[in-house]
């Protein structure tokens, strides 16, 4: 049952409606500790269930976790770091991550996530970029760290090296009381690289104010009830998973679910089943790859699921029909960045009919379309993305931290996407600015011949890219990964193109198909097509 209608809501909405639910204010400032833990402290309620590989599962309570990071806290203080101060964590998905996280939170510092999966000089650039003072790490990790100049100090978990601080140790030797230092509603708390798919990483220090944004997010959107068991599969090592998988749900006084485990449909079965997940957050990877492992999950399973959510990349109508048919709920598309967390989504709270499978702005926000005059387009247009910053309350991106980049024109931020407009207030996403392909003098966007090749049952994802002509300017080409039982022939890809050309247009389908064995990714699975495009032209 959905509680209002999503336009009602949305005019009627102001931030004061958020700041109610909170301990600070906008005027005040927040402690985000405080906000999604110590709160809940006295409830009783669990606050982390974490699923080891090789350590036994375990459940932490807010108290717990109160207690952690009240620790934690004194030994940052103990060091001399506090407000402002960049603490990097370079570890699993485990407990000793999320009391870096709170602690750090609580200290008044910044928290700087670290991808696991990231190299030495991936990690050396963060590093130095934001002059951090600390980073915590585990004996899987540490090496990462021996070649990076200029390393802050390290406290390790396990597997510390001369000179390293040792986590159980240190944590031990503090109070378990610590006054939460609260900041500014501008302030930064987390420190935040985009995920540098074209050029270097830019950083993103996001401020305190964002949590009424993310507790938006959470409540109509994803729709996290009181006795929701939530899920979302998305690493905190990035912001998807910071945002939503720790503050988010904490923020209202939910559990969260860190699993050790990599990605794979059976984990990823198990975990819904021993957890009874009935809320479930994942990249659109995780239910392609879901998809196209069908047969893990026995066709008389009922897995109890209430909602699914996905962000990061656009779902296919064959994805949405297979969620619904197979995991036996919604699933339902919703738009973000690292710069503005969510945005744009389909609200399972709010009752709407949306058109675009973005959905509609989240309230607190007015999104719009632009053309190349930075002008908004009307009703069928065609423009880059953007956020009208002067209507929306809970926008809280403040530029890139270094100035890396200028992202705004006048009152709008630009998103660098491309979307259809509505004209009802709904978005459908079309591609990153650089990846639309002008061929003809047409204009198409990749997402939607990717998402019409995913429906050809031979097909587990590809890749569509612009690759330079003579005479059309571009042609469309697409690469493929199929599933194991097909083969790459040539009348496979020839019923491609016609499937292509029968579900868009003429104009639409790719001109030249390669078969191959996994496409370029991020670390967080969207797909690099600027890798894609460079291989193109290498071809011409």
Same mark, same amino acid.
């Given at each position: 049952?959905?509680?209002?209608?999503?336009?009602?809501?949305?005019?009627?909405?102001?931030?004061?409606?958020?700041?109610?639910?909170?301990?600070?204010?906008?005027?005040?400032?927040?402690?985000?500790?405080?906000?999604?833990?110590?709160?809940?402290?006295?409830?009783?309620?669990?606050?982390?269930?974490?699923?080891?590989?090789?350590?036994?599962?375990?459940?932490?309570?807010?108290?717990?976790?109160?207690? +952690?990071?009240?620790? #934690?806290?004194?030994?940052? =203080? !103990?060091?001399?770091? /506090?407000?402002?101060?960049? *603490? %990097?964590?370079?570890?699993?998905?485990?407990?000793?991550?999320?009391?870096?996280?709170?602690?750090?939170?609580?200290?008044?510092?910044?928290?700087?996530?670290?991808?696991?999966?990231?190299?030495?000089?991936?990690?050396?650039?963060?590093?130095?970029?934001?002059?951090?003072?600390?980073?915590?790490?585990?004996?899987?990790?540490?090496?990462?760290?021996?070649?990076?100049?200029?390393?802050?100090?390290?406290?390790?978990?396990?597997?510390?090296?001369?000179?390293?601080?040792?986590?159980?140790?240190?944590?031990?030797?503090?109070?378990?009381?610590?006054?939460?230092?609260?900041?500014? +509603?501008?302030?930064? #708390?987390?420190?935040?690289? =985009? !995920?540098?798919?074209? /050029?270097?990483?830019?950083? *993103? %220090?996001?401020?305190?104010?964002?949590?009424?944004?993310?507790?938006?997010?959470?409540?109509?959107?994803?729709?996290?009830?009181?006795?929701?068991?939530?899920?979302?599969?998305?690493?905190?090592?990035?912001?998807?998973?910071?945002?939503?998988?720790?503050?988010?749900?904490?923020?209202?006084?939910?559990?969260?679910?860190?699993?050790?485990?990599?990605?794979?449909?059976?984990?990823?079965?198990?975990?819904?089943?021993?957890?009874?997940?009935?809320?479930?957050?994942?990249?659109?990877?995780?239910?392609?790859?879901?998809?196209?492992?069908?047969?893990?999950?026995?066709?008389?399973?009922?897995?109890?699921?209430?909602?699914?959510?996905?962000?990061?990349?656009?779902?296919?109508?064959?994805?949405?029909?297979?969620?619904?048919?197979?995991?036996?709920?919604?699933?339902?598309?919703?738009?973000?960045?690292?710069?503005?967390?969510?945005?744009?989504?389909?609200?399972?709270?709010?009752?709407?009919?949306?058109?675009?499978?973005?959905?509609?702005?989240?309230?607190?926000?007015?999104?719009?379309?632009?053309?190349?005059?930075?002008?908004?387009?009307?009703?069928?247009?065609?423009?880059?993305?953007?956020?009208?910053?002067?209507?929306?309350?809970?926008?809280?991106?403040?530029?890139?931290?270094?100035?890396?980049?200028?992202?705004?024109?006048?009152?709008?931020?630009?998103?660098?996407?491309?979307?259809?407009?509505?004209?009802?207030?709904?978005?459908?996403?079309?591609?990153?600015?650089?990846?639309?392909?002008?061929?003809?003098?047409?204009?198409?966007?990749?997402?939607?011949?990717?998402?019409?090749?995913?429906?050809?049952?031979?097909?587990?994802?590809?890749?569509?890219?612009?690759?330079?002509?003579?005479?059309?300017?571009?042609?469309?080409?697409?690469?493929?990964?199929?599933?194991?039982?097909?083969?790459?022939?040539?009348?496979?890809?020839?019923?491609?193109?016609?499937?292509?050309?029968?579900?868009?247009?003429?104009?639409?389908?790719?001109?030249?198909?390669?078969?191959?064995?996994?496409?370029?990714?991020?670390?967080?699975?969207?797909?690099?097509?600027?890798?894609?495009?460079?291989?193109?032209?290498?071809?011409?």
């Amino acid at each position: 049952m959905r509680e209002a209608d999503y336009q009602t809501f949305y005019d009627r909405f102001t931030p004061s409606q958020v700041e109610q639910q909170l301990v600070g204010n906008l005027n005040d400032g927040f402690n985000v500790c405080e906000e999604i833990c110590d709160r809940w402290a006295d409830s009783g309620r669990i606050g982390l269930v974490y699923e080891g590989i090789e350590r036994p599962a375990q459940e932490m309570t807010f108290a717990e976790l109160k207690e +952690a990071s009240a620790r #934690f806290a004194n030994y940052l =203080t !103990s060091k001399g770091i /506090g407000r402002g101060d960049r *603490v %990097a964590a370079l570890l699993p998905r485990t407990p000793e991550l999320m009391v870096v996280i709170l602690g750090t939170f609580k200290a008044g510092a910044v928290y700087q996530p670290l991808f696991t999966a990231y190299g030495s000089g991936a990690i050396e650039y963060r590093l130095v970029t934001a002059s951090t003072r600390l980073v915590v790490t585990d004996h899987v990790y540490r090496s990462k760290l021996s070649g990076v100049k200029r390393c802050p100090p390290v406290l390790a978990v396990s597997g510390a090296l001369a000179g390293d601080d040792d986590f159980s140790s240190v944590l031990a030797a503090q109070s378990p009381s610590f006054d939460p230092v609260r900041l500014t +509603a501008d302030e930064p #708390f987390i420190q935040m690289f =985009t !995920s540098g798919t074209v /050029g270097k990483a830019k950083g *993103v %220090a996001v401020p305190t104010r964002a949590i009424l944004s993310f507790y938006v997010y959470m409540r109509y959107a994803i729709d996290l009830r009181v006795d929701d068991n939530y899920w979302n599969v998305a690493d905190p090592g990035w912001a998807y998973g910071l945002y939503y998988a720790v503050v988010g749900p904490m923020l209202l006084g939910n559990k969260t679910h860190f699993n050790e485990h990599s990605f794979t449909p059976e984990s990823t079965y198990q975990m819904i089943r021993k957890y009874n997940i009935t809320n479930l957050a994942a990249a659109p990877t995780a239910y392609r790859l879901l998809m196209a492992h069908d047969q893990a999950l026995d066709d008389s399973e009922s897995l109890g699921l209430r909602v699914a959510n996905s962000a990061g990349e656009p779902l296919s109508p064959e994805v949405i029909h297979w969620a619904k048919r197979r995991l036996g709920c919604p699933v339902i598309d919703q738009y973000g960045q690292t710069e503005t967390a969510m945005t744009c989504c389909n609200h399972h709270a709010l009752a709407h009919d949306s058109v675009g499978s973005m959905g509609l702005p989240l309230p607190g926000h007015r999104v719009v379309a632009l053309n190349r005059d930075f002008e908004e387009v009307s009703e069928g247009g065609i423009g880059q993305l953007a956020v009208d910053m002067d209507a929306s309350p809970l926008f809280f991106f403040q530029g890139y931290t270094w100035g890396e980049k200028n992202p705004f024109k006048g009152k709008y931020y630009l998103t660098g996407d491309v979307a259809v407009s509505h004209g009802d207030g709904s978005f459908s996403f079309v591609g990153r600015n650089d990846d639309i392909i002008s061929t003809a003098g047409y204009r198409v966007g990749p997402a939607d011949v990717e998402s019409a090749l995913l429906e050809h049952p031979a097909v587990a994802e590809s890749g569509v890219v612009g690759k330079p002509d003579s005479s059309r300017g571009a042609i469309i080409k697409a690469y493929v990964v199929i599933k194991p039982e097909y083969d790459p022939t040539i009348e496979l890809a020839e019923a491609l193109k016609q499937l292509v050309r029968e579900r868009l247009s003429a104009h639409a389908f790719p001109r030249e198909i390669a078969f191959v064995d996994e496409l370029p990714k991020t670390q967080s699975g969207k797909i690099q097509r600027f890798i894609l495009r460079n291989q193109a032209r290498e071809e011409v």
